[in-house]
């Protein structure tokens, strides 16, 4: 069965720092890839995804992500986190042709002001 | 465009009792999932309907959970009886595409006493 993992389980940083997070996936073939954010008392919202094309993705509030396919890897970055960005992330893997997206665990992330 | 409405938004319950949990997708989308997110874990997939049909429902625990989504649209799903590992939030999340990009409702926290 697939997987996905996430390595970082909680992250703490200050604002202005940089932020990568880091997603990996078990499934070798076609794949969709999404991050969700879940923000304090909010339901979980897509964040950014990816289909198919340009590896670099750009998503909501200055986040991106990069997909490499030889390393099975869709890492979110974002250069300058702000004090807003304090929530938990969640990746999510779909294989192309399935509708069941698998979730990793979560990275709360805590942004200091 | 209203988002997924899920109901009670908190239950609390003793052990071997029963509950049940509403969820009415975004008008139009024809994919409708529930999932288990226990405190510290990412989302678990319990069933994904396609209209009215399950798609998979692998990850249910048949014993105690059933599910169902009469006419395509509005689903529930049933807890009988509870256990105390039952307690979680139970999000419901629907899709207009296979692509796998879900749309979450705020999900409903289940504690069991």
């Known amino acids: 069965a697939q997987s996905v993992s996430q390595h970082n389980h909680h992250v703490i940083l200050s604002e202005a720092a940089s932020l990568e997070l880091g997603c990996n996936y078990s499934y070798g073939g076609t794949v969709n890839l999404f991050w969700y954010v879940q923000y304090p008392g909010q339901h979980l919202q897509l964040l950014l995804k990816?289909?198919?094309?340009?590896?670099l993705v750009k998503g909501i509030k200055g986040f991106e992500a990069e997909f490499i396919k030889s390393k099975f890897s869709f890492n979110l970055r974002k250069p300058s986190v702000q004090w807003s960005d304090t929530a938990e992330y969640f990746c999510a893997v779909n294989p192309g042709g399935s509708y069941i997206p698998t979730f990793g665990r979560g990275t709360s992330l805590i942004v200091h002001p | 465009e209203a988002g997924v409405a899920q109901s009670p938004r908190y239950k609390i319950i003793e052990k071997r009792q029963s509950v049940a949990f509403w969820c009415n997708p975004i008008?139009?989308?024809?994919?409708l999932y529930w999932y288990q997110q226990i405190l510290g874990q990412g989302p678990k997939l319990l069933i994904q309907f396609q209209n009215n049909g399950v798609v998979d429902d692998s990850q249910l625990p048949k014993d105690r959970f059933s599910a169902e989504r009469l006419k395509g649209v509005d689903s529930t799903l049933k807890i009988q009886p509870a256990k105390l590992e039952d307690s979680a939030v139970y999000l419901c999340a629907s899709s207009w595409a296979s692509t796998g990009e879900l749309f979450f409702g705020e999900g409903s926290r289940l504690t069991v006493l």
């Open positions: 990816y289909f198919s094309g340009d590896p």
């Open positions: 008008s139009g989308h024809a994919t």
